[in-house]
């Protein structure tokens, strides 16, 4: 049942930032506030949306499609969202041509299929763009929200007992920002719809449709090739449409985005923001400064406060359900700074090179089939049976998964397309839009096919082949300086690990 809703509107209206590119689709409209668009995408879908969220439809005969957000061609960056859709719709014959003919996009999008009778909702490759619906045996209709603190404050939805049971464990309570385990939310009848599926709008029930075969292996050479061209056309397909700053520290993934910009890199600022506990000679500020006096590109230092202002903190805490307070100093300070006139750059996605939670726990066989008990090790949520019951859920929808590790897609799925995802969206207050050019499935596919030794730190080899294609002398400066001495303890580490496990066999 919808709670009534006629007085919140008078209580917001002067915060037009609030649900910033946000949205609610359902059956009938959500007055969230007067300047929101309310679109009829047919008569049982009724789409609410920020006025800031780019939005598009096209029809054809019996076939209608909607994208939600900004959806960025890798082959041809000068095709607007009108213009993607139109090429699609001539291959939505169903929903397994639709999803497989997305691949190649970028961007931060939804997109809406209506196909005959059928009707189906996915989004982008690392699900930045969110989604949560509703399950219709509790709600008894599909709902679907940007982020849950709409759900609970629009669709009356109450909090699940075994969630509030985890919320109040240590491992969740401790953490700078609340980590979901896989599709889970705090709200029952509520479900995050992870990357790599698609929801069916008449049953309600979520599938996954990737990957739908082997990805096969690609020479470091011909990958980094590929890499190049596709991503440095997503960020110029980007540039077409906002004027752009990019994130840069002294990290690879960064490195990798300022080395695609080269030919535009004076037509764009290069942000560090110095967190509140950072050092003046953090290498993170130090290592950019030396690029920028090297190359001349515009250097903007963001410096964020110890704590939000008492204004901005309410803001910030009812756009996103359970914001993090670290994040809300930096994304106030960038706004203040840079008055969101500027869609932003990231490298969010590049670590899916990296296998980090094979290096991180080398204690976990490897070689025996996944448990969710091993998940719960690795992401701190031993024995808490919310997370190994949510992360068996996921373990039971993966498993055919081809030549995919698991433990990749584990990784692509749940860090970036749940953590790194609801980040994002708290930043949405402080930029006019966030892309990041590894947010496409075929710029994943290229780097997952890649053997494993060429991506991983220390050396990055995939990274620095694409790096010096595009703009090698920025690699003149160091890269991860603080990752190199972390390899080399953590392998001191693991040896010793494997050392006492073989003692103790002894």
């Known amino acids: 049942m919808i709670k009534d809703t006629s007085h ?93 003919s997305t691949g190649r996009y970028g961007g931060r999008w939804i997109l809406i299929a209506v196909l005959g ?9 690392l699900g930045l763009r969110q989604v949560f619906y509703t399950e219709t045996d509790i709600t008894g209709a599909l709902w679907m929200v940007s982020q849950p603190g709409l759900a609970e404050k629009w669709l009356n939805l109450d909090l699940d007992k075994d969630a509030v049971e985890f919320m109040d464990s240590l491992n ?36 996954r449709y990737w990957p739908y075969a082997p990805i096969g292996a690609m020479p470091i050479e011909g990958a980094a090739e590929f890499l190049q061209e596709r991503m440095s056309n997503i960020i110029h397909a980007a540039a077409n449409r906002y004027p752009l700053a990019i994130g840069i520290t002294a990290g690879i993934d960064s490195r ?12 764009i600022d ?39 202002s008492a204004d901005f903190a309410k803001l910030f805490k009812d756009n996103v359900y359970m914001a993090s ?37 080398p204690e976990i066989n490897y070689n025996d089939p996944l448990k ?16 190994i019951t949510h992360f068996q859920y996921w373990l039971d929808d993966a498993n055919n998964r081809y030549d995919i590790n698991l433990l990749d897609l584990f990784y692509w799925e749940h860090s970036h397309g749940n953590w790194a995802a609801m980040t994002q969206m708290q930043f949405d207050l402080a930029w006019r839009e966030i892309f990041t050019p590894y947010n496409c499935r ?50 001191v580490q693991s040896y010793v690990k494997r050392k006492l496990k073989s003692f103790r066999r002894m």
């Open 8 to 100: 919140l509107a008078d209580e917001i209206r002067d915060h037009e930032l609030l649900y910033c590119r946000q949205f609610i689709l359902g059956p009938s409209f959500i007055k969230v506030m007067p300047e929101w668009q309310y679109i009829d995408i047919d008569s049982r879908l009724k789409l609410s949306i920020h006025p800031e969220l780019a939005f598009a439809q096209i029809t054809q005969a019996d076939k209608k499609l909607v994208v939600i957000g900004d959806i960025l061609d890798s082959l041809a960056p000068a095709k607007t969202n009108r213009d993607i859709l139109t090429e699609l719709v001539d291959k939505a014959d169903d929903i397994e041509a639709l999803t497989k």
């Open 117 to 125: 009778e059928n009707k189906y909702l996915f989004n982008d490759a």
């Open 172 to 207: 969740f309570r401790k953490r700078d920002q609340p980590y979901w385990p896989a599709a889970a939310t705090a709200f029952r009848g509520l479900t995050h719809l992870l990357p790599n599926h698609y929801l069916d709008l008449n049953s309600g029930l979520k599938f």
């Open 256 to 267: 990798v985005i300022m080395s695609l910009v080269k030919g535009i890199s004076h037509e």
């Open 270 to 308: 290069f942000v560090t923001v110095r967190q509140r506990k950072m050092p003046d000679d953090d290498p993170d500020i130090t290592i950019p400064n030396q690029l920028a006096n090297i190359h001349g590109f515009h250097r903007v230092i963001v410096n964020a406060k110890p704590s939000m």
């Open 325 to 361: 307070d670290i994040y809300g100093s930096d994304a106030e300070a960038i706004m203040n700074k840079l008055h969101r006139k500027k869609a932003v750059i990231t490298g969010v996605g590049g670590e899916m090179a990296k296998c980090i939670f094979r290096h991180t726990f």
């Open 372 to 387: 969710a008990s091993d998940l719960g090790v690795i992401q701190g949520f031993t024995d808490i049976p919310f997370a």
């Open 442 to 491: 075929d710029v994943l596919q290229a780097i997952l096919s890649v053997v494993e030794k060429n991506r991983v730190a220390p050396h990055f080899l995939l990274y620095r082949n694409i790096i010096s294609r595009s703009w090698p002398e920025i690699l003149d400066q160091p890269v991860n300086p603080r990752e190199a001495t972390r390899f080399g303890v953590k392998k």
